[in-house]
C-alpha cells in the first residue's frame, strides 16, 4: 500500500499485511506493530502521564493484539479496533474500586450548552498541563478521554461500568476543581 496522507489510528495497512498477522506472521506483525506504536503510546501516555508506564502499556496492548487479532472480520476496522483495545488496557490497568455516590444531582442537569462552554474554556488555557497536574489518576483520564480522544459521557460509562449521570457529575466536578485552580 503507497503512504497516504492518513495517521494516527486512521492509517491504513494492507489487507494481506493484516491476513498475515492475523496468521501469527512475524514480519506482517512488526509491520502493525510499527505502524501503530506511535498512536498507541500517545495515547496511553496522554492517559496517565508517565513516559515508562506507558511504554510497558504499550507493549501490553500489542500482546494483547497479536493475541486478539484473528477475530477482527474487517481490515479497515484495525485503527479503531486497536484504538478501543488501548483505552480497555489502560483502564484496566488503573481501575480501582470507586465509590459512586449520586449526592450531587446538580452536575446531571447541566444542559449541552453548559458542557461545550466549560470545554471551549479548558481548550482555550495556556498552560494546560499544569492545571491537569491538580486532578487524581480518574479525573484526568475522564477529562483526557472526552476533549482529547472525543468519547461521549455515554461511550465512557459504558467503558467504566458507569451510569452515564455519574460520569457526567465526575466530569463536572473535575471541570470545577480546574477552574477553582486556575482563579488563582
Same mark, same amino acid.
Given at each position: ?52 508506564? *506507558?511504554?510497558? =502499556?504499550?507493549? !501490553?496492548?500489542? /500482546? ?6 484473528? %477475530? $477482527?472480520? @474487517? ?31 446538580? *452536575?446531571?442537569? =447541566?444542559?449541552? !450548552?453548559?458542557? /461545550? ?6 481548550? %482555550? $488555557?495556556? @498552560? ?49 476543581? $480546574? ?6
Amino acid at each position: 500500500m503507497t503512504q497516504n496522507a492518513l495517521t494516527g489510528f486512521a492509517q491504513q495497512l494492507d489487507a494481506e499485511v493484516i491476513k498475515g498477522a492475523q496468521a501469527g506472521r512475524r514480519d506482517c506483525q512488526r509491520q502493525l506493530f510499527e505502524t501503530y506504536q506511535r498512536p498507541v503510546q500517545r495515547l496511553i501516555q496522554g492517559m496517565c502521564r508517565d513516559h515508562e508506564l *506507558a511504554r510497558d =502499556l504499550t507493549q !501490553d496492548v500489542f /500482546l494483547v493484539a497479536f493475541e486478539k487479532v484473528a %477475530q $477482527l472480520r @474487517d481490515p479497515k476496522a484495525l485503527g479503531g479496533w486497536l484504538k478501543q483495545l488501548t483505552v480497555n488496557t489502560a483502564l484496566s490497568h488503573f481501575r480501582r474500586p470507586q465509590q459512586q455516590t449520586n449526592s450531587d444531582d446538580s *452536575a446531571a442537569q =447541566l444542559d449541552a !450548552d453548559d458542557w /461545550l462552554s466549560q470545554t471551549d474554556w479548558l481548550q %482555550q $488555557l495556556d @498552560d494546560i498541563d499544569t492545571l491537569l497536574s491538580v486532578l487524581d489518576e480518574h479525573e484526568y483520564q475522564l477529562i483526557w478521554l472526552y476533549l482529547v480522544e472525543g468519547y461521549s459521557h455515554e461511550e465512557l460509562a459504558e467503558l467504566l461500568n458507569e451510569q452515564a449521570a455519574t460520569v457526567r457529575q465526575r466530569y463536572h466536578r473535575a471541570l470545577k476543581k $480546574l477552574r477553582q485552580r486556575s482563579s488563582r
